[in-house]
């Protein structure tokens, strides 16, 4: 925290105070799911990211032209999704500040710097009925927060010490949990925060279950085990005792929530480990499953797993859409869910009912010791959106001969298909992989006429499994003689006896503090007045890790880390101080002592090399009338330049991964793909109605918001291309990283009203 810019700013922030007031006195309660306002991620808590306007229409919207910009000024790759409420814009910049912006003249309003940590995808904002309390509410380093949405002061008496910590509750020590703060802010309902997390996907990842919080006390209200433990549904489909050790079952992506009924709707993702379950044998509910629970109390209303005891990764990553279709002349409120590998899963929201048939399908066994594949699927009846095998016949036509020839041969000795269990003993090239098919932020709605929008990638992963060894984090004793020997010859003098700190900074925990890289890189290259100590073998500095407390096998969240100083209206800087803890535990790395367990583990990295292994498309966005269960049109977006050499008939490899849509009610959908293109489509027919290609890349979900009877459209382009993309930010008069606002030119809202 900077003093002497929080003095200066003590007056200003008492102005702002009063115009921020004033500027949000007309807002509706957060707690409503409005379509006309811009509050939420994804624009509302039912994550349709559909906006209710009447102004951009198909006739106009090829007259968008970019009305203000706000640049973040620096290089950081931002995926944040702003939130708009009445005339005040939050963003992040700034060395991963908040910010909140005047959006009628883009003018700063307060900064909370260096807020290093928080999730970079989006926020919350609650407000009270009275309005009185209005709070943007967050994760940090595993943590959670609020700041005043007024004034951008952290709210001291939310948890315990500000904060609440999210590795609590979890069936793990918390000190020996990594990582677990959730990729996406959450959703909320009435006075409750529900939220995920992501567990990571390694052995012996913690459990993912789903918690609700107050987001006034910070009290956790209520937690669903998507693992279940001893008496609860679905214990049954594990292995016994096997919620101490297995992990993930997580909501890493988009909760979606029905506000007039009452209930969540949750996407959950695989077990842990993803490509090998001999220690999980089972169908693993809740695993991949769409859950719905009672919002208010996390009770389970119902649930349907679209994959058994899964081996390829293909958890439940896009959002829940909520639709309301006509069938046979009956109407019938319904949720459907689309899945990385290609399927769309319709069921009635109270009853959970499908509504179209889906049917169980036999698939092959695995080859692989201990493991037993579940011998059926579920096949949705509704038309797959991608291809499910590579073969010779479908192989990249642009490939040069010398890798067509090294791909001949490796689909000749490789298995690919729907459902092919991963093998050591051959490759498994499954179409879609780990990414998808569908992601997060890859679907939107019209929810009234009952049209889903899907955003898709034909992107691969070649798997084989090998043989791995379980981790072995406790030192041996040679190990420990050698550190202590390193430690008390170069490290004692400077940094204490008992790593207090002395003329160094103290070492005790410093697994919460640095990146295994960080540490080693500072070993070996010195920093500040500390030597480099170049003459330390890889073992040594693991083992030096080890014994300091880190764990360089494992994701380590960064805390706290050193303050950098803003320029602007800065309020408050860092977020609450994160407490040490007092015992640091190693992170979990073998079975617990009384269960059974397999002898033998296996791995395999998630072989996404090459996105454009297939032939195009690559990705594309399509419509579904789920009315009718048809496919109502689809169309190749995104633009490379590695193969199809900017064709953009063709889409980009990866074309669509943390892209996003926003549909209108005049009939308008708005989609990102790779490359910098932003495209308005007819929503009835698909036809390109507007193209525009950003400075930089765009990877986050579009934002949308009304001002004065204008509607204006928000782009998250703060990242950079991809090699296989053209660099459009050198390109002369090229916007710098920021937040491009487009609207319609003020003299021509309606070209047709003004003939």
Known sequence: MNPKKIKSNLFPLLFCCICLTAQMSCSESSQRSSHNTWTHYAGSPDQSKYFESEQITPENVHLLEVSWFYPTEDNVPYFFSPIIVDTVMYVMGKNSSLIALNVKNGEEIWIHSNLNGLTKRGINYWESQDKSDRRLIFTINNTIQAIDALTGQSILSFGENGYVDLREGLDRVPSSIRRIQPMMPGVLYEDLLIIGSATGENYFSPPGHIRAYNVITGEMEW????????????????????????????????????????????????????????????????????????????????????????????????????????????????????????????????????????????????????????????????????????????????????????????????????????????????????????????????????????????????????????????????????????????????????????????????????????????????????????????ETLKALYRYLGGNPRTFNIRRNLEAQEVEGPVVASGGVKILPDENHSLAMSDYPNDVEHPDVRFTTDYGLDWPGLAAPPWSSILAYDLNNGTIKWRRPVGQDSLYAQGNQSLGAPGGVLRKGMIVTSTGVVFTTAKGGKLYALDAESGEILWEETSSNEINAQPSMYTLDGNQYLVINATSNFARDSYNHSKKPNALPKGYVIYSLPKNKLNPIENQ
């Open 223 to 538: 937690i669903f085990h998507s693992i279940p433990h001893p008496g609860e549904f679905g214990y049954e489909t594990w292995p016994k005792d096997a919620y101490k050790y297995a992990g993930g079952v997580n909501v890493w992506s988009e909760i979606t929530v029905d506000s007039e009924k009452g209930i969540a709707f949750l996407p959950i993702g695989s077990p842990t480990y993803d490509y090998y379950g001999a220690d999980r044998l089972g169908s693993n509910l809740f695993g991949n499953s769409l859950v719905a629970l009672d919002a208010k109390t996390g009770e389970r209303l119902w649930h349907f797993q679209t994959v058994h005891h899964d081996l390829w990764d293909y958890d439940l990553s896009p959002a829940p859409q909520l639709l309301t279709l006509n069938r046979n002349g009956k109407k019938i409120d319904a949720v459907a869910i689309a899945t990385k590998h290609g399927f769309v899963f319709v069921f009635d929201r109270v009853t959970g009912e499908p509504v179209f048939p889906i049917e169980e399908k036999p698939f092959p066994a695995s080859e692989m010791p201990g493991e037993e594949a579940w011998p059926t699927q579920p096949i949705s009846s509704l038309p797959r959106f991608t291809r499910n095998e590579v073969t010779l016949e479908t192989l990249n036509p642009y490939f040069p001969d010398s890798i067509k020839q090294v791909w001949q041969k490796r689909l000749s000795e490789a298995k690919s298909g729907l459902y092919i269990p991963p093998s050591d003993k051959y490759e498994t090239v499954m179409m879609p992989g780990a990414l998808g098919g569908s992601n997060y932020g890859n679907t939107a709605a019209d929810p009234d006429k009952g049209i889903l929008y899907i955003l898709t990638q034909e992107h691969a992963s070649i798997y084989k499994l090998n043989k791995v060894e379980p981790p072995k984090l406790d030192l041996s004793v040679g190990e420990i003689k050698r550190v202590k020997t390193l430690y008390t010859a170069s490290c004692q003098s400077c940094h204490g006896i008992e790593m207090e700190g002395g003329v160094g900074p103290p070492l005790q925990n410093i697994g919460e503090h640095l990146f295994y890289d960080e540490f080693r890189s500072t070993v070996l290259n010195g920093k500040g007045q500390m030597p480099g100590f170049v003459h330390v073998d890889e």
